[in-house]
C-alpha cells in the first residue's frame, strides 16, 4: 500500500488539471491584495499553481511541501523563478513575526492530525506579524461528503498523457472525525496504484480553539468563497484569522 498520493512522478502532471482553482483562488489572490501582502507564504503549496499566481512585483512568496516530487513540478513551471520554494513543513516557517499572510490551501490543513495541527498553528502565529493574517479552508463534517467517496460515485475512465486511466476513490475507515480512504490509479497495463489518505474533519467550534489556543484572535469562518454563513450542508468552511 502506498501513502504518498502526491508522490508519484507519473500522476503529478495530472493535479493541476485536476484542481485547477477556481472561488477558492479568487478568494485568496484578492485577500493578498486587500491586506497589500508584501511577504507570503504559502504552506502544503503542492504543484505551486496559485503560489506562483501570488508572486508579483514587491512581493516575497515562499510555497513550503512536505512533497519533493511536486515541488519538482513546481520548480518547473513558468513563474517559479519568482518563489522560494522549500521542502518542509510547518517547521520550515521561521518566528520571525514579519509574514504578512500565511496560507494553507486546497484543505491541506485536513492532513494534519491534533498535535501536527497545533505544532502548525502555533509556528504560523509566530511567524506572522501583529495583525498578521493566516488563511486556509476546510471541508465541513456536518456535510458528510466522505458518503460520497464509493467506488460507484466516484469511478472514472480518461484519457491521459499516461493513456487510458481508471480512477476511483473508496472509503476504508471512518473514526470519529478522521477519515481513510483509497484513490486507485489504474493504467493501461493494469497496474492498480493504490494510494492511502487519511483526513481530519473539523467543525467551526474545534477550529476557532485551535487559533485561540495558538494565539490568533479576530477568528472568522464562512460557509463558502463567497462569505456565506455557515449551514449544516456548507460543503467548505472558509478561515480567517489575525494574530493578536
Not at 488539471?17 to 485568496?28: E, S
Not at 511536486?70 to 517559479?80: E, H, K, N, T
Request: with cysteine; net charge negative; proline share 4%.
Amino acid at each position: 500500500m502506498l501513502t504518498d498520493p502526491y508522490g508519484d512522478r507519473d500522476l503529478v502532471a495530472l493535479y493541476d488539471l485536476d484542481n485547477p482553482g477556481g472561488g477558492d483562488h479568487d478568494f485568496y489572490r484578492a485577500l493578498a491584495d486587500t491586506l497589500d501582502a508584501r511577504r507570503i507564504v504559502d504552506l502544503g503549496c503542492g504543484t505551486g499553481l496559485l503560489t506562483r499566481r501570488l508572486a508579483k512585483a514587491g512581493r516575497s512568496v515562499t510555497g513550503i511541501d512536505p512533497s519533493p516530487t511536486m515541488l519538482d513540478w513546481a520548480r518547473r513551471q513558468p513563474g517559479a523563478e519568482a518563489v522560494t520554494w522549500l521542502e518542509g513543513d510547518a517547521t520550515s516557517i521561521l518566528p520571525s513575526g514579519d509574514v504578512d499572510l500565511v496560507l494553507c490551501t486546497g484543505n491541506a490543513i485536513m492532513h494534519l492530525d491534533g498535535p501536527a495541527l497545533t505544532i502548525a498553528t502555533r509556528r504560523i502565529h509566530d511567524g506572522l506579524r501583529p495583525g498578521g493574517v493566516v488563511s486556509f479552508e476546510t471541508r465541513n463534517p456536518t456535510a458528510r461528503e466522505w458518503e460520497e467517496w464509493t467506488r460507484e460515485a466516484t469511478y472514472d475512465e480518461r484519457h491521459t498523457h499516461l493513456g487510458m486511466l481508471t480512477e476511483w476513490v473508496e472509503v476504508t475507515d471512518v473514526t470519529g472525525g478522521r477519515v481513510t480512504f483509497d484513490a486507485h490509479n489504474v493504467f493501461p497495463d493494469g497496474d492498480d496504484r493504490v494510494y492511502t489518505s487519511v483526513l481530519h474533519f473539523r467543525d467551526a467550534d474545534a477550529i476557532r480553539a485551535a487559533l485561540h489556543d495558538a494565539g490568533f484572535d479576530r477568528v472568522e469562518i464562512r460557509g463558502g468563497w463567497g462569505g456565506e454563513n455557515v449551514t449544516s450542508s456548507s460543503r467548505v468552511l472558509v478561515v480567517r484569522a489575525e494574530r493578536a
